[in-house]
């Protein structure tokens, strides 16, 4: 069953039970109200008969008195029956003499019944009759309910009627107010089956209703889904496109070595070294790949110990000197003696990473400065440039996992942790690192004038209380 047909069939069902209990109290108030009139009335009648009635000492009643007696109800039937369950008086005559009510000589106080007899269905009020003489009878006084029995099979009908038509149309209403309300949602269904089908991530689910209610907010999410699809999807699309050339590159010159070895029979240390340089570099691409898989997954292994964070920064700084030689300047600016809680080996890998990139996108003669400061109780290092820059669209996507920026800047092979591997996991893989240390990296960067990056992790914990 459809969701259109269950909650039209659920809110059917409510608004029937609701008629259902409404309709009967309506009916049962109406009967009430019809039966408490007809009730006073024989009250009443019995009042009055009961002052026109008389007793003589034989215990008989005295029929002479009963002529002046007019009725208020011109259907009203009476009978009056004496201590010797004999009929004495009557209206109207009937001649099998049959009490009104069968068990009425048993009755210590006035009582209501309901009887059906040959005079039709009747609501009897039956009332112990006393004299000087003691105990003188029963009177029985009775009006005809056909009059209620009629208003209520009409009432009845009349609300089974109403109820029915309230159903029907209350269904049709919510039926189609729930189709159009639905329809968005099965428009979003057959459009993400085409989707599915032809694999377009770059279709959307157009909505024109309300972007708040719950419909608009499934499809805005769903629209949403599929942008990040898309964007992962393309994202893993030019990341195989980028594997695939950085890793022909060395293949082939592997491949050409060994051919020509093959070729002149002779092994030569130049052939090797080259064949063994391009191998080192595919193990730090797959490296690279296993240890963004690690951190992305959460089960990056590290080994925290408190780490002299400034002794890291100055073996750092040994190596990108190395690296940079005489064509670009390297300062240490500031430095502070700082302790955290860190691993050792992937702190250095991420400083590394921060540095060589800065030295690779630095121009000859530009300067690279590093610091290292205490704030507050966290350590913050900084790596600032005035190289090229990164350009605004590229900025706020550096730290995805395969992202490319520029491809014409030029690469650095052989730079640590992946800073010139050239497709983009360097930097992913100092983020994950940092904010698995529980600390975070930003980036400031103005294209053609320079990029800062700030590493901020927590100091251990005797450095933090005696730095707050």
């Given amino acids: ?62 029929s002479r008195f009963f002529g002046q007696y007019q009725p208020t109800d011109s259907t009203l039937i009476y009978q009056v029956w004496g201590s010797d369950q004999k009929l004495q ?26 009887t059906v007899s040959p005079l039709g269905h009747l609501r009897v009020l039956s009332v112990p009759l006393h004299s000087q003489y003691g105990e003188a009878g029963v009177l029985q006084v009775a009006l005809n309910l056909n009059l209620l029995d009629t ?12 109820a029915l038509i309230s159903i029907t149309l209350a269904g049709g209403a919510v039926s189609f107010s729930t189709g159009r309300s639905l329809a968005p949602l099965a428009w979003a269904t057959e ?15 157009p909505y024109n209703g309300n972007e708040k209610d719950e419909v608009g907010m499934l499809i805005l999410a769903f629209n949403e889904t599929l942008g990040r699809l898309e964007s992962l999807f393309n994202t893993q699309r030019r ?36 064949v063994e340089g391009e191998v080192d570099r595919l193990t730090r691409m797959v490296g690279d790949l296993l240890l963004l898989a690690q951190a992305e997954s959460g089960r990056l292994p590290m080994d925290l110990k408190r780490v002299e964070l400034d002794t890291v920064l100055l073996e750092v700084f040994q190596q990108m000197k190395t690296l940079a030689g005489e064509r670009i300047s390297v300062k240490i600016t500031d430095i502070d003696q700082i302790l955290v809680m860190a691993d050792r080996d992937r ?10 990139n800065a030295i690779q996108y630095t121009q000859p003669g530009g300067q ?77 960067s103005q ?17 933090a209380v005696k730095n707050s």
């Fill in 151 to 162: 208003t209520q099979r009409i009432l009845l009908s009349i609300l089974v009627t109403m």
């Fill in 239 to 274: 990341f195989l496109a980028d594997v695939s050339h950085e890793l022909r590159t060395p293949l082939t010159v592997i491949k050409g070595e060994v051919g020509l070895m093959r070729k002149f029979r002779v092994v030569d240390d130049e052939s090797l070294n080259s």
């Fill in 447 to 463: 294209e053609g004038q320079g990029t800062t990056f700030f590493v901020w992790l927590p100091l251990a914990e005797e450095e």
């Fill in 347 to 356: 702190i250095k890998q991420v400083l590394l990473n921060l540095g060589g």
């Fill in 1 to 62: 069953m459809s969701l259109r047909s269950r909650l039209t069939l659920l809110y059917s069902s409510l608004l029937g039970g609701i008629l259902f209990v409404f309709c009967a109290l309506v009916y049962w108030l109406v009967g009430q109200s019809l039966l408490t009139q007809i009730d006073d009335t024989l009250n009443q009648e019995v009042n009055v008969l009961t002052n026109y009635l008389r007793v003589d000492s034989s215990g008989q009643f005295d």
């Fill in 89 to 114: 008086l009557e209206h109207p005559h009937d001649p099998q003499q049959k009490a009104l009510y069968g068990d009425f000589l048993k009755l210590d106080r006035p009582a209501y019944h309901y």
């Fill in 368 to 444: 690279v400065k590093v610091s290292l400061q205490k704030v507050a109780t966290k350590a913050r290092i900084t790596f600032t440039d005035n190289g090229t820059g990164i350009p605004p669209q590229d900025l706020p996507h550096i730290f995805e996992r395969f992202y490319r920026g520029e491809r014409s800047r030029k690469r650095a092979s052989g730079s640590t942790g992946g800073a010139g591997s050239g497709f983009g996991l360097g930097l992913s893989i100092a983020y994950w690192i940092v904010h698995a240390l529980n600390g975070d990296i930003e980036v400031h």
């Fill in 191 to 205: 459009v993400a089956t085409q989707i599915s089908r032809a694999d377009d991530l770059s279709r959307r689910i």
